[in-house]
């Protein structure tokens, strides 16, 4: 198998070119690396059909063997991590060691989901009548996901939705399809045709998904802006809809921490995959006693960080991932500069080819700021200086959206009573970014509506369903 070429959709269990085709770059270069398939209406039509026809075989199919063809796709992507991890770089833009920790990560996340079951309660066993309740695949699942994790995001969807007995059609985003579409024809023989379809295409495709008849729920992750278009298309046919969405988390510093050692851990919960990261540490709330040391111990980490192709040895940040990015987060730098906020670093994009923006920290700029109130993804970072913890809490919420958010100190006792006063769907004391397939993922506000991962994840893909039988 050619990973670098000959990129078909995946459905009904068979290789199918696109209606049409389209150019995917490489972000580091802005040369095509490949052309992808665009999917038709009709083709659309087609992998809704073969996901319908194959959803009453596959619902019957015991859980168990569900289970086991989940761990065999795992066994195949592990097993294929060195091209996978190759053409992911060259389509998103991370370096190698990011993207092979994506791909490794997409097996463990799609054995971890495996081990999951379904509960099934008993409300009532009497002379009378037994009654339980229990949890029905809902039917097919409409997929789409976003370029910053293409793969991994695509599995919080396919393993979960499979696990619980629906069938799939999943679009990755027009930017980033070219791995996920591989991984699509690397599993081609292994699940029964129609229960794994995917598809790629540009900007009609998406809702062409979330209105079509056929689809019985939808599971998105992207902006929060396109969420919202998400939910109103999906409610004509009262579509089931998962949305995983924007995030603006907030990193708040105590005034114990051991500068040296969080320096590096603040950088990079903020910079990981350049800042696009919907759970990226994006407003820096530091106490003002360790305001100057910590600014300068940031600063100079960051100036021993390497940006460049991803594909060459010893880069640690690749190039942002597209060119409305690179626009947008061009256009924040813009802003704070007519705004005269004061950089620390960074601030001048690269002279070209590729979407190429240097570390950029800004100090301690207004709150009301674009750079503040808006979600960067991207590499630009605000350091914030408060007066007072209950300051950086109120800050910290005062926001529309509820992603993440971090809270370090050297006493985590102490950080976790303010962690606890955070109104996000998730909270990290020291750390940020650890997520788990065991453990719930969930946007509170506009980050999002429902959850992915852990048991309350599976859920989102069942119907529930009482079943009273009079004795
Ligand atoms: P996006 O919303 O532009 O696109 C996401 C996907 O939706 C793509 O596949 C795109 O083709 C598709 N799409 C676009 N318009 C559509 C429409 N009208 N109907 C249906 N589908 C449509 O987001 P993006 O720029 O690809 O991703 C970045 C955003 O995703 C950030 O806001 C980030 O925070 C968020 N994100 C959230 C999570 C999470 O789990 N909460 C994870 C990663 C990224």
Known sequence: MNFEADFTMTIGGKGVAGAGSFPVLNPANETVIAQAPDCSREQLDEAVAAARAAFPGWRA?????RRALLNEIAGRIFAHIEPLRRLLTLEQGKPYADAEFEVGGTGMFVQGTATLNLPEIVNEDSAERKSITRHVPIGVVGAISPWNFPVILAFFKISPALLAGNTIVLKPSPFT???????????????PPGVLNIVSGGDALGPWITSHPGIDKVAFTGSTQTGRRVMESASSSLKRVTLELGGNDAAIVLPDVDVNKVAPELFWAAFRNNGQICIASKRMY???????PLKDAIVDYARTVKVG????????????QNKQQY?????LIADSKKNGHSFLLGGEASEGPGYFVPVTILDNPPEDSRIVREEQFGPILPLLKVDSIEEAVAKANASDYGLGGSVWSSDAEKALAIGELLETGNVWINETQHLSPLAAFAGHKQSGLGVENGEAGLLEYTNVQTITVKR
Do not use: F, S, W
Request: proline fraction near 7%.
């Open 327 to 331: 626009a947008r987060v061009l256009d």
């Open 61 to 65: 199919t015991p859980i168990e063997t």
């Open 286 to 292: 530091i106490h003002k006693d360790v305001y100057e």
């Open 309 to 320: 192709d991803g594909t060459e040895q010893g880069t640690q940040i690749g190039p942002v």
């Open 177 to 191: 399809p070219l791995t996920t579409l591989k991984i699509g024809e690397l599993l081609r023989d292994l699940l």
